[in-house]
């Protein structure tokens, strides 16, 4: 059975650095056809997809957000962790890991929970 | 990047009534390689993370109850809900998983009439 949960601080300040980590049990990272994206959702509004790791450490970034964003895993936790500089309050959201299966991939199979995150002075 | 639009933005249908929701993206996610169609329709409901219903344009998840289903090609596609239950009351989202950033829709609520 395949969980991802993320954890990291519910409050930032403005121009603090967030890093935030998915941590995920019944699979790995090393195999092919897997891997770990990072999506987030604004309070009432739409997902949007932030980046991706696959198992051979190639990595995916929203072209809007990549200056900000740095994706990357440990396979020996079994964790993947993003960071994101630079915080806004517009940044405040839920923030979603996600097992990304398929090679090519095609789709977002499991989920986590979520975490919350406000950006606030 | 590829531009996903949806329509409506929400609709009301009777229970056991069918819904219909529009998906439409900027350029063809059909890949020619595999001729495969990389959209995605997922549900999310209130408080929870999505949860995914279809890829590959048509292709259910397992698990997903066969009154789901989607359909179309190349940048126009439909997801349909036969025969709606209470439990179908969500908001609905297509991405496309053709090419990054793989872009979602703005969604689609679903409520009951």
């Known amino acids: 059975q395949i969980t991802l949960k993320e954890s990291g601080p519910t409050l930032v300040k403005p121009t603090q650095t967030l890093t935030l980590t998915c941590t995920f049990s019944?699979?790995?990272?090393?195999?092919?056809?897997?891997?770990v994206a990072w999506i987030r959702q604004p309070p009432g509004k739409a997902l949007e997809w932030l980046a991706l790791?696959?198992?051979?450490?190639?990595?995916r970034y929203s072209p809007s957000l990549e200056s900000r964003v740095t994706i990357t895993k440990d396979t020996s936790k079994n964790q993947v962790v993003l960071t994101m500089t630079n915080m806004d309050p517009v940044d405040t959201a839920t923030y979603y890991c996600?097992?990304?299966?398929?090679?090519?991939?095609?789709?977002?199979?499991?989920w986590g929970q979520g975490t919350t995150v406000t950006v606030s002075s | 990047d590829v531009v996903m639009t949806q329509s409506p933005h929400s609709l009301a249908v009777s229970l056991g009534e069918r819904a219909t929701i529009n998906c439409k993206s900027s350029q063809s996610v059909l890949s020619s390689s595999n001729n495969k169609n990389y959209l995605v329709w997922y549900q999310q409901k209130p408080g929870q993370p999505p949860k995914l219903l279809i890829y590959?344009?048509?292709t259910r998840e397992s698990g997903v109850p066969d009154r789901f289903s989607g359909s179309g090609s190349g940048t126009d596609f439909t997801l349909t809900i036969t025969s709606l239950q209470a439990e179908d009351v969500a908001v609905y989202y297509c991405?496309?998983?053709?090419?990054?950033?793989?872009?979602f829709g703005p969604g689609t609520k679903v409520d009951i009439k």
């Open positions: 996600a097992h990304s299966t398929g090679n090519p991939p095609y789709g977002m199979d499991v």
């Open positions: 991405q496309q998983y053709y090419t990054t950033p793989f872009t």
């Open positions: 019944g699979f790995s990272l090393t195999s092919g056809a897997v891997g």
């Open positions: 790791i696959f198992w051979g450490d190639d990595k």
């Open positions: 590959w344009a048509s």
